[in-house]
Every structure is written in C-alpha cells, then in structure tokens.
C-alpha cells in the first residue's frame, strides 16, 4: 500500500499539465513533423463572443517565417489522412502571427463546439527545404468563453463550466456535515468495539474524498482567473482521490472474503467483523494493485489534459477499469448472495443485504453513468460522469455509515448491548431519564 502510494505521488507529481493560458515556443521541426505543431484545443460556448488571444515575443522572426495559427473545429475534422497541404487548407480560421499581440473572436455558433489551435509556418509542407537555425519564437495564447455578463473572460471550456460551483457546494456539505457528526464519530471511534477498523477505513476514505475535493477547489478557484490554476493542488487532488478508492477497494473485498471465510467457524454469539487472514488479505491486495495500476496508467495516458479527471475519460485503461469495477460487483454479489442465501436470522439478512446496496453503488456508480452520459450532448457528458461518481461514492459512505452505527440492526448483528452502540437515541434517552 505505501509503495503504490509513493508510486502515484511521483507520477502525478511530474505529470505535464496544459492550460487554457498556454505558454511555449513556435518550433518549425516538430511542426514540419507533425504537419502543424499541435498547440491546444478549446471548447467555445454556443454564442458569440468567444475569444483567442495570442502573444509573441519575436513577431519580426514570426513574419518572416510565415508562421501562422490554423484553428480547426474538432467535430469537423479528419486531418490525419490529408495530407500535409490539404491539412492546412481545411483549417476554419487561419490568424497570421505578424503583430505582437493580437485578438481572434470565434465565430457564432449553434452548439459548444471544440477548436484545435495548430502552428505551421513555410517550412511545414516543404520537406526538402533546409529550416534555418533561428530561435524558436516564444508564445502566450489566451482562450476565453464569455462570462455571465457576456464579456469574454472565462478561461473554463464549455465542458468545464460549472466544476468549480460543484466543488464549492461539495465542500460546504461536508463542513456542515463535520460540524454535526466530527464529535459523535470521534467518540465512537474511541470506543473501538468490532467494527473499529471497518469505521476508521471509512472516516479515512471520506476524509481523503473531502482533501480532494479541497485542491479541486483550490486549483479551479485559480484557474477561473489566470487559465493556468495550481497544477500541484490538481495533481493532489488526484492522488488523494486514488488514494480514498483503493482505500475502499481494500475494505469492502477484506470484508466480504473473511466473512465467508470464517462463517463456517465464527461462533454465532459473535459478531460479524473484519477478520484478517492470509487469503482474505492476499484478495484485497490483489485488487488493490491491478486497480491503482489501472488509475496510473490512465492518468498517465491522459497527462497532457489540464482537468484529466480520470472519472470521464475513454482510454483503454478507463475502460479496463470500469470492466474491473463490475467484475468486483458481481464477485461481491456472489459472495453476498452465498451468506444470505443460508442465513436464518432475518436482521442479519437484512445487514447485508444493505451493505450489498452501499458496495454495488460504489462500484457501478461509474460504468452506469458512463453509459447514461451517451445521451447527453458531448459537453455535457464529462460533467455528468463526474460529479455522479462524486455524489454516489458520497452516498455510498454514507449508507455504510449508517449501516454500522445504526441501531436496530447494528444491536442484533454485533449482539452489543445498547449501552455501549454509538450515535443511537437510546442513549440520550438514558441520559435524559436519570
């Protein structure tokens, strides 16, 4: 676990992150290369005022280079079996670099629609031409959408806008949702009692949940004003948020194999907690691993993203990881269903049938609203994977939660006395009557 940790903590860490506020160098090598040096892509709101501002430090290099910014609508290009001349001809708009800074407004259009921004200069289609040695012209380029007054000053693309009021709501819930409960759940955690370890795997996870959504927060607060933000705050926001799955990953797979493990030996006075033991722990582990191989490999893949929140993205290890998600729900619903299917007590068909809720909700939650989001317009659908995963991992703790500190089934499953349940009414009741 510390090893995997450490592991994605470089990997985020010395990932290369883009913005809406791109910053580099005009190179003629590497357009020449790719037939145009891909710069950054866009995603302009339905509407005017959209707006591209570019800024160069050698506008005379510039000239006489020929260079050239190609803007390219995404959904209407298919530039890879052109070749190098037609590329160009098909860009929608081509902005001369001659001046040292200029503004290019986007023109109307019905729908959010993505822009590919592309340099190429007299260089790029001539293969046989020997380039010059000059510098590398160094650039600045600015992308806004229009704000709510209608001025074009927000660097969010269309697919973007509304993060970061998400983010704000999300955290001001969790601070009220702290002020309630901090005190009662320190209690019961300082009471230990069967499900201790269970409760404090929990209160970890939704704590790094919770940090995440923190330098979510943070990053895009910044982001909003200058279109670059703090790319460390997002990359801890990542990393706490592997963290907080595999965490829980490690939980519910150590749950569910030792409790079908000790079934047939656990004394039924006793009650059904987390009982370690070498293949229960070697299970958990197991997941544990190909999942944060998984989540490294897909944030690796998508690293040139400036919001590569690995929730919506369409890599092969996105995919892989939403078929590892729903193997677990059926393994958990198998195992689950074996337990119940033998179990006479009523309440205790009901525990689990309960945290079976909480552990398919956090494991389908993704690969579901994957699916739904393809009715969704293309913008829409990040947003919706997104914050859903958020909100139903949410709910899914907070069914957990409930699940083993409520009272009525926490009494018969844990065969505690009502004295010593946390978080229960009885308790005040006691209180209150002596």
């Known amino acids: ?60 290099l510039a000239t006489e280079k020929e260079s050239r910014l190609l803007l390219y609508q995404v959904m209407n290009s298919d530039l890879d079996n052109l070749s190098c001349s037609e590329r160009l001809s098909k860009a929608s708009i081509t902005i001369s ?14 729908s959010p629609t993505a822009w590919r921004a592309v340099y190429v200069d007299r260089y790029t289609c001539q293969e046989s031409a020997v380039i010059p040695s000059h510098p ?3 650039f600045t380029i600015l992308l806004f959408n229009a704000d709510s007054a209608g001025n074009p000053l927000e660097h969010f693309s269309a697919e973007e806008a509304g993060l970061h009021s998400f983010y704000f709501l999300l955290l001001l819930a969790y601070f009220i949702a702290c002020c309630i409960y901090v005190q009662p759940l320190y209690q019961a955690l300082r009471k230990g009692g069967p499900m201790h370890t269970v409760l404090k795997v929990l ?50 797979l150590s749950l569910c194999v030792s409790w079908t493990l000790s079934r ?58 939403m078929a590892l998600r729903v193997s677990l729900a059926l393994l958990l619903a198998s195992v689950l269903y074996q ?12 525990f689990y049938l309960c945290f079976s809720k909480g552990c398919f909700l956090w494991f389908l939650c993704h690969p579901v609203l994957y699916l739904v989001s393809a009715i969704f317009n293309v913008h829409q659908r990040e947003k919706v994977v997104t914050i859903g995963v958020i909100l139903c991992q949410s709910i899914s703790m907070v069914i957990l939660y409930q699940l083993f500190l409520s009272r009525s089934l926490y009494w018969e499953v844990s065969s505690l006395s009502s004295v010593s349940l946390p978080l229960t009414m009885s308790r005040t009741n006691q209180r209150g009557r002596y």
């Open 1 to 60: 676990m510390y090893l995997l940790a450490t592991l994605v903590a470089v990997m985020l860490l010395s990932s290369e992150v883009w913005g809406k506020k791109v910053t580099g160098l005009f190179k003629s090598e590497a357009a020449r290369q790719q037939n145009g040096q891909f710069i950054t892509t866009f995603m302009y709101q339905a509407g005017e005022n959209g707006l591209l501002v570019y800024r160069l430090d050698n506008s005379a």
């Open 97 to 110: 670099l001659s001046d040292d800074e200029h503004n290019q407004t986007i023109p109307r259009q019905s």
């Open 136 to 138: 590398d012209v160094s």
């Open 203 to 252: 209160t970890t996870a939704l704590a790094l949940q919770g940090c995440s959504s923190l330098c979510n927060y943070i990053h895009l607060a910044r982001y909003s004003r200058d279109g670059i933000g703090i790319p460390l705050m997002g990359n801890l926001a990542e990393f706490w948020d592997m963290v907080s799955q595999v965490s829980m990953l490690y939980m519910l």
């Open 264 to 321: 047939g030996r656990k004394p039924q006075s006793r009650p059904l907690q987390w009982e370690q033991s070498r293949t229960s722990t070697a299970v958990a582990v197991g997941g544990v691993v190909v999942q944060g191989a998984l989540l490294l490999w897909e944030q690796y893949s998508e690293s040139n993203r400036q919001h590569h929140n690995y929730h919506s993205q369409l890599s092969l290890a996105g995919l892989l990881l």
């Open 339 to 350: 337990i119940t299917s033998t179990e006479r007590s009523t309440l205790k068909r009901d």
